[in-house]
């Protein structure tokens, strides 16, 4: 049976191959993105390859973006989006460490 799935960060990588992977196995996707470029990028390859899918702007870190996307009713939610920054933690800018919180804690927990 299809579900209605929505899949964040799905502009690239895991989320892009899972968005794409079940939009071929007859589910309705959406596929959220951080940005509007990344929206038009993966619109390109949903009509070479022939599925079905809806692509919008998902920041989990902005509430507007977070409530369109409450607007779907969706089956299974799939949360890939995140950000990364890499070296030892004591040489990471403040900064970055909380827009990796933002985004990978509590943007999260705000969408599911």
């Known amino acids: 049976m299809a579900k209605r799935i929505l899949v964040t960060g799905a502009a690239t990588g895991f989320g892009r191959g899972t968005a794409l992977a079940l939009a071929k196995r007859g589910h309705t996707v959406i596929a959220g993105v951080q940005i509007a470029p990344q ?3 993966l ?4 009509d070479e390859t022939g599925v079905q899918m809806k692509v919008q702007v998902l920041d989990i870190t902005d509430e507007d973006d977070r409530q369109a996307a ?3 009713e969706v089956d299974v939610l799939i949360n890939n989006a995140g950000v990364m920054q890499t070296g030892p933690v004591a040489e990471i800018p ?3 460490v909380r827009r990796n919180f933002e985004t990978n ?3 999260t927990l705000a969408l599911t």
């Open 105 to 107: 804690v509590f943007g």
């Open 39 to 41: 929206v038009t990028e």
């Open 43 to 46: 619109m390109k390859t949903v």
């Open 70 to 72: 409450f607007s779907n």
């Open 94 to 96: 403040m900064e970055n």
